[in-house]
C-alpha cells in the first residue's frame, strides 16, 4: 500500500510516522508513506497556501492551485483508489472505513488548515471526506495521523501476532473484553480464575460475555442493527 500525504506541516507527519509499529511497517515494506508539503507547489514567491476568503469573514482559505498541482503531479504516476480530505464535516471514521481503506492500494490523504479549502478542490479532486469525531482540531495533520495508522496496524504482517488486529475493540461491533498480566494478586485484587484455569474454550466464552457487557454498558449504541 502507499499513502501520499499533502500538508502545510510535513515535520509534524514525519515525526509521527517515524515511530513504533508505523516506522517498522515501512521498513518492512508493507506501506510506503510520502509526506509532501504543499509550499513546494506554490509558484508564490512567498510560498504562500492561503488568501482571504471572498465575501469576507475572519481566517483564511487554502487555495485551490498548490493543491492541484501536487494532486496531479501524483496522479501522474499512479492511479489513486481514493483522495481522502481530512475535515471536520467529513464522515465519521469507524471501523469499517478503515477496513475498507486497507484493502486499497494508494491513497492520497490531504490535510486541511485555517478555515479549510476552497470549495472547488472538494468538488474537482476529493473522493471521500473523513472526520475522527465530533470536535474542531486547529488542522487535519493528527486526524491524518489517526486514520493512517488505524489504516496501517491493519495490513496483514504489520501487528506482530497476525491475529491481535481481529480482537480490537470495534472490530466486531463489540469494545474488547479486560486484560490482564503477571502478577496474578496484586494489593488484594485478584485475576480472574477463569484466565488461569487453562481452559481455553471457557476462556473464549468468559471473554465474549465480558465484552458484550461490556459494549451494552458503555456503548449500547455498537449494538442497535
Ligand atoms: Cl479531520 N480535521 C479537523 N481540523 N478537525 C477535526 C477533524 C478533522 N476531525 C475531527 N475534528
Same mark, same amino acid.
Given at each position: 500500500?502507499?499513502?501520499?500525504?499533502?500538508?502545510?506541516?510535513? =515535520?509534524?507527519?514525519?515525526?509521527?510516522?517515524?515511530?513504533?509499529?508505523?516506522?517498522?511497517?515501512?521498513?518492512? %515494506?508493507?506501506?510506503?508513506?510520502?509526506?509532501?508539503? !504543499?509550499?513546494?507547489?506554490?509558484?508564490?514567491?512567498?510560498?504562500?497556501?492561503?488568501?482571504?476568503?471572498?465575501?469576507?469573514?475572519? %481566517?483564511?482559505?487554502?487555495?485551490?492551485?498548490?493543491?492541484?498541482?501536487?494532486?496531479?503531479?501524483?496522479?501522474?504516476?499512479?492511479?489513486?483508489?481514493?483522495?481522502?480530505?481530512?475535515?471536520?464535516?467529513?464522515?465519521?471514521?469507524?471501523?469499517?472505513?478503515?477496513?475498507?481503506?486497507?484493502?486499497?492500494?494508494?491513497?492520497?490523504?490531504?490535510?486541511?488548515?485555517? =478555515?479549510?479549502?476552497?470549495?472547488?478542490?472538494?468538488? !474537482?479532486?476529493?473522493? =471521500?471526506?473523513?472526520?475522527?469525531?465530533?470536535?474542531?482540531?486547529?488542522?487535519?495533520?493528527?486526524?491524518?495521523?489517526?486514520?493512517?495508522?488505524?489504516?496501517?496496524? !491493519? !495490513?496483514? %504482517?504489520?501487528?506482530?501476532?497476525?491475529?491481535?488486529?481481529?480482537?480490537?475493540?470495534?472490530?466486531?461491533?463489540?469494545?474488547?473484553?479486560?486484560?490482564?498480566?503477571?502478577?496474578?494478586?496484586?494489593?488484594?485484587?485478584?485475576?480472574?480464575?477463569?484466565?488461569?484455569?487453562?481452559?481455553?474454550?471457557?476462556?473464549?466464552?468468559?471473554?465474549?460475555?465480558?465484552?458484550?457487557?461490556?459494549?451494552?454498558?458503555?456503548?449500547?449504541?455498537?449494538?442497535?442493527?
Amino acid at each position: 500500500m502507499r499513502i501520499d500525504i499533502i500538508t502545510c506541516l510535513p =515535520k509534524l507527519l514525519d515525526s509521527f510516522f517515524a515511530h513504533s509499529i508505523l516506522q517498522r511497517a515501512q521498513q518492512g %515494506g508493507y506501506v510506503e508513506l510520502i509526506v509532501h508539503d !504543499l509550499r513546494d507547489f506554490t509558484l508564490d514567491k512567498h510560498r504562500r497556501v492561503d488568501d482571504y476568503a471572498f465575501g469576507g469573514g475572519a %481566517g483564511m482559505v487554502m487555495q485551490i492551485e498548490p493543491i492541484a498541482r501536487c494532486i496531479r503531479s501524483l496522479q501522474a504516476e499512479r492511479t489513486y483508489d481514493e483522495i481522502i480530505y481530512m475535515t471536520p464535516d467529513g464522515e465519521r471514521l469507524n471501523q469499517k472505513t478503515t477496513n475498507l481503506l486497507s484493502l486499497r492500494q494508494n491513497l492520497i490523504i490531504l490535510c486541511g488548515h485555517y =478555515k479549510g479549502v476552497d470549495e472547488r478542490v472538494r468538488e !474537482l479532486f476529493i473522493t =471521500k471526506e473523513i472526520s475522527i469525531g465530533d470536535y474542531v482540531l486547529s488542522g487535519g495533520e493528527l486526524a491524518a495521523c489517526v486514520l493512517s495508522d488505524a489504516i496501517i496496524r !491493519l !495490513l496483514p %504482517g504489520v501487528l506482530n501476532d497476525e491475529t491481535s488486529a481481529l480482537t480490537d475493540s470495534f472490530q466486531d461491533n463489540l469494545l474488547a473484553p479486560p486484560v490482564y498480566t503477571r502478577p496474578a494478586e496484586y494489593e488484594g485484587h485478584r485475576v480472574p480464575d477463569i484466565l488461569l484455569s487453562g481452559h481455553e474454550a471457557k476462556i473464549d466464552d468468559w471473554r465474549y460475555e465480558q465484552a458484550m457487557a461490556r459494549t451494552k454498558a458503555r456503548r449500547p449504541d455498537l449494538l442497535e442493527p
